[in-house]
């Protein structure tokens, strides 16, 4: 969950890796720290905090380096400090390295080392034990080292290291953990996602598992497990480097909530024909008798991807009459899952390197499995891996609460539920019907983004309070499972989706003046059941800010606030009702001044367990 980034060349490394590293500090940022050599010698610089706190230390220490590495860093063994920020050295600092992941077995291992070899630890970390090991191993050949060391590491690991021995090289390793190395002009680049150096190059090495790469200036050695040197082809990226800025606004998050109209085009672009009343997704690579096949879909995901997949079961199961079964990765991955033929998997995640959505997609592929990835970050491993891969075209997300990403995944998992459906019973009229309000998305997304102000209103009535609920019915009830994640994101507010129907099953118990009530009335088909909960709200003097479609009426009596949003399909209502919270977990978070694109404690891509 952290970022590496390492390089060797004959440009300033410092400048280089430091900006590398700000581009991967969606990947955690609750430390960082940076090593190389100069004069022969390991010199680094480590920080508690964020990169600037970093790069504002090595330009007044002035330090200049040849080889360098560094990390910016999501703690997962011992507190953010700076003695276990990264890079670790070994005992007599020859080596230095940087590390994403988690090594299991690190305690049996530090263990061995300071009885067998008598290794005085400084840090908390489980990364410091790798350094030793290696040292442990060194004699005179640092790949021979490594190799050894590396045979007896357990769980998840992206290496980069140093060794003053071999000025002109980084060792990079890969097992579980993403890694890719950039090839430049007489210069090489390691990053835990190309996004990092794709300013510097396009022409990258993606290292699989358990590979272990030699990388100098101007040459790439690589070897496999059973340590054999192996020629892997250079990929062409073909992405084009924005450089993401804020513009107008004062958080990336609320940029990102202003881009969905155009985020909801991209998605929708000629993916489908209006003539016919279906979809059209040319990435889909499936033969259509395979499509027709398809008689039951597991989907996969975490967090808010998690939550674009419960919301795609309903409709799935609605309109394409294929049953669904959503699971959350990180539980499934450890599920012997049966796996019927005439089963299609869909993975959906963002950053496309969730560690546990990997995991499970490829414990799925081992099983038969057909695989069709929806990710918005190409090149990543899901995208790579996957048996299909359909782009969300939502451009960089950088706040670490996902807005428009999440639309997009809807929007998409729209048009693929048009695509089965149409290959079923729906007829062309109900397609095309379904496609109109599709295409009325991007101008009903703008409508509810003129409401900000209102919406802000509210939000700063409401910021005092340390409990909310969401609750929905349908449709609205994943959402409301969103938008209570949202909040409790950007606002360490404690929110609970819940199934409104659910709360006179014990939850109501928590309803009081001080737990207000965030109603998500979108879904028309339970509406009037939906009042009637919250009438029960009501009577035990629960506040109650009800989202609502224009059309729907009975609200004034019951609810404290109302939001109004354009009338629509239930099936797509999910989408204006969550910029709505969005908005609002934006404004009571920006009103009780958290960090909002930054949030404590998480990071943008989760790559460990
Ligand atoms: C959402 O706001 C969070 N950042 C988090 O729950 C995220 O959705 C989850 O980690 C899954 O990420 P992915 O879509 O990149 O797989």
Redesign the pocket.
């Known amino acids: 969950m952290c970022g590496i980034f390492g390089y060797v060349g004959a440009k300033n490394s410092v400048d280089i890796v430091l900006n590398g590293l700000h581009r991967l500090e969606y990947r955690g940022y609750d430390s960082a720290g940076i090593a190389g050599l100069h004069q022969g010698k390991i010199v680094d610089c480590k920080e508690v905090g964020k990169v600037d706190t970093l790069e504002k230390e090595v330009k007044e220490a002035g330090i200049v380096l040849d080889v360098a590495i560094a990390q910016t860093r999501w703690a997962t063994h011992g507190k953010p400090s700076q003695v276990n920020a990264h890079p670790h050295f070994d005992e007599n600092r020859s080596l230095a390295l940087v590390h994403n992941g988690i090594i299991e077995n690190h305690e049996v291992l530090k263990r061995y080392l300071q009885e067998e070899k008598g290794v005085t630890f400084l840090s908390e970390t489980d990364t410091e034990v790798i350094a030793h090991l290696i040292s442990s191993y060194y004699e005179g050949d640092i790949l021979n080292a490594v190799q050894q060391a590396v045979a007896r590491l357990e769980g998840s690991y992206a290496i980069a290291l140093i060794h003053r021995d071999f000025p002109d090289q980084i060792i990079a390793v890969a097992h579980e953990s993403p890694l890719v190395v950039g090839i430049g002009r007489k210069e090489a680049f390691v990053a835990s996602d190309t996004h990092a150096f794709a300013a510097h190059t396009r022409e990258v090495v993606f290292l699989s598992n358990s590979e272990i790469a030699v990388v100098s200036p101007e040459k790439l050695e690589i070897f496999d497990s059973s340590m054999e040197q192996i020629e892997k082809q250079t990929e062409q990226l073909s992405i084009v480097v924005e450089d993401v800025s804020k513009g107008k606004f004062e958080h990336f998050t609320l940029k990102e909530i202003y881009e969905q109209p155009q985020a909801i085009r991209n998605a929708m672009l000629s993916r489908y024909l209006e003539d016919y009343g279906t979809a059209v997704l040319e990435e889909l690579n499936f033969e259509t008798h395979e499509l027709q096949g398809i008689e039951r879909i597991l989907i996969i995901?975490?967090?808010?991807?998690?939550?674009?997949g419960y919301i795609a079961a309903y409709m799935i199961e609605e309109k394409a009459r294929i049953p669904v079964q959503v699971e959350i990765?990180s539980e499934f991955r450890y599920k012997n899952p049966i796996v019927q033929p005439g089963t299609c998997v869909i993975a959906?995640?963002?950053?496309?390197?969730?560690a546990?959505?990997l995991a499970a997609m490829r414990e799925l592929k081992a099983k038969g499995a057909k695989v069709i990835a929806i990710?918005?970050?190409h090149g990543s491993s899901?995208a790579r891996e996957a048996d299909a891969c359909i782009a969300q075209r939502a451009g960089p997300e950088i706040?670490?609460?996902?807005?428009k990403?999440?639309t997009s995944?809807l929007v998409i998992l729209a048009l693929l539920t048009l695509l089965l459906a149409r290959m079923r019973h729906m007829d062309k009229h109900e397609g095309q019907a379904f496609l109109e309000n599709l295409q009325k998305l991007p101008d009903q997304v703008k409508k509810v983004l003129e409401q900000a102000p209102h919406i802000e209103a509210i939000a700063r009535q409401y910021a005092h309070h340390e409990n909310f609920f969401f609750l929905g019915r349908g449709y609205m009830f994943p959402t409301s499972l969103e938008g209570a994640?949202?909040l409790k994101?950007i606002s360490y507010i404690n929110a609970n989706g819940y199934p409104a129907g659910e709360m006179k099953h014990g939850p109501i118990a928590l309803i009081n003046e001080e737990c207000p009530t965030v109603a998500l009335c979108g879904n028309k088909a339970t509406y009037d059941k939906l009042l009637s909960n919250l009438n029960e709200i009501k009577a035990r003097n629960g506040k109650i800010i009800a989202i609502a479609e224009e059309s729907q009426k009975g609200l004034e009596k019951v609810a404290d606030a109302i939001i109004r949003v354009p009338d629509s399909l239930d099936e797509l209502a999910s989408i204006p009702t969550t910029v709505v919270t969005q908005l609002l977990a934006y404004y009571i978070a920006h009103a009780r001044g958290a960090n909002i694109d930054q949030p404590r404690n998480?990071?943008?891509?989760?790559t460990v367990e």
Not at 301 to 308: L, V
Not at 602 to 606: G, P
């Open positions: 995901a975490c967090g808010t991807s998690w939550h674009a990765s959906i995640s963002q950053s496309g390197e969730t546990d959505t990710c918005n970050s899901m706040g670490v609460a996902s807005t990403a999440f995944q994640l949202k994101e998480l990071a943008k891509s989760v």
